[in-house]
């Protein structure tokens, strides 16, 4: 009965530790980077042993890592500890060299004996009739007797603290982490005199973290933060589909600093290695214009297709423009086609938005030089 006890309340402490996060608030950014604040109610039992946060991304920034309480008595963090040494195959192996370990082989036999070695190929034991060196296949089987210490199998924060007293604490945690990132699409389609663009906005948001944050309080800062590093962006694959249909707004538009924020007015799940889109604001109906360009400078023969409209209220939209992917579409009958792409910069309010979108196929230009002056 006593030792039944024991394990009841080490099962305790590893529930405490591992609660998940009561609340979740993401900023991302358009540069491979997030800011992830989560909040958890945690029952110290002993406030002489560390704190421990699971479910954390594993691509974070450790030294950006803030811990405040929220509720009970202040607390002083004498020391911060990110782990990240996961479980894998060859970890386990390389901890148990000089340990014991049991080989099934592919025929079913057993080879119990002390590990010395693991060659690329081949593992070298040392058994109870000699040094043996077993060639390795993906049909043998390992089994070692516990977890190696220092193995975890999720990334973790640790902190020591001095002050902690024994009862119900609500925590704060806060990290940047890279894997995460935003941009833009925009899907027009031209009308038949193409004179006028119906635009659709969204998001897409890429969580490449290492972590999943359910029914999390969303942001999107639009403009460029400037960062110690320079890294290098990365742009995911979107989809190429018009969407005609009328979105009602999902985010709330204000300025922030330098920069623009978009605030996701409900929750929302962002999982792990997962792409999701979002409507930016509601579809709009803009004025445009086309315009044939010849630029020799850039190309000696073809001429340019481009579409041109001023982001104002006058011309049907107003709004600031986060950078991305413009695609247009127009309709050929029945079905829309696509008819070319660009990729804009951050546009603010009544400033102009040129896209190219093609090359002519019919008109051909040639440049000659007729008069010099100097």
């Not at 060659?119 to 070692?144: F, Y």
């Amino acid at each position: 009965m006593k030792q039944l006890f024991v394990l009841s309340f080490i099962s305790l402490l590893w529930m405490v530790a591992h609660l998940p996060a009561e609340e979740n608030y993401v900023t991302v950014y358009n540069q491979d980077l997030a800011l992830v604040k989560q909040i958890r109610t945690i029952q110290i039992l002993d406030p002489d042993k560390p704190i421990r946060f699971t479910d954390v991304a594993a691509s974070i920034l450790p030294t950006s890592v803030h811990l405040r309480p929220l509720s009970g008595d202040r607390f002083q963090v004498l020391e911060q500890n990110y782990e990240y040494d996961l479980v894998s195959a060859e970890k386990i192996l390389s901890k148990y060299v000089d340990h014991r370990v049991q080989i099934v082989t592919e025929d079913g036999e057993m080879i119990a004996g002390t590990l010395l070695n693991r060659p690329s190929g081949s593992l070298v034991l040392k058994t109870d009739g000699g040094i043996k060196i077993l060639p390795w296949n993906d049909k043998m089987r390992i089994e070692v007797k516990d977890l190696p210490e220092g193995l975890i199998t999720r990334p973790t924060l640790v902190w020591q603290v001095a002050g902690l007293k024994k009862g119900e604490q609500k925590l704060e945690v806060s990290y940047l982490t890279r894997g995460m990132e935003w941009h833009a699409e925009y899907v027009g389609v031209l009308n038949e005199k193409q004179d006028r663009i119906d635009l659709s906005a969204w998001v897409s948001v890429k969580n490449h973290s290492g972590a999943t944050y359910r029914n999390a309080h969303l942001k999107l800062v639009a403009g460029e933060i400037h960062r110690a590093e320079k890294r290098q962006r990365i742009y995911p694959m979107a989809k190429a589909e018009a969407r005609t249909y009328a979105a009602e707004s999902a985010f709330e538009e204000r300025a922030f600093f330098e920069y623009h924020i978009y605030d996701l007015e409900r929750p929302t799940t962002l999982k792990n290695n997962q792409i999701k889109q979002i409507t930016l604001f509601p579809d709009a109906r803009i004025a445009c214009q086309k315009e044939l360009v010849y630029d020799a400078s850039r190309d000696a023969k073809r001429v340019e297709v481009q579409v041109f409209f001023k982001n104002s209220r006058e011309a049907g939209l107003g709004r600031p423009l986060p950078a991305g992917v413009f695609r247009i579409f127009q309709k050929d009958k029945q079905s829309l086609e696509f008819i070319g792409e660009d990729r804009i910069e951050h546009t603010p309010r009544n400033e102009e938005v040129r896209l190219t979108v093609g090359k002519s196929f019919d008109l051909v230009g040639e440049r000659r030089v007729v008069e010099r002056q100097k």
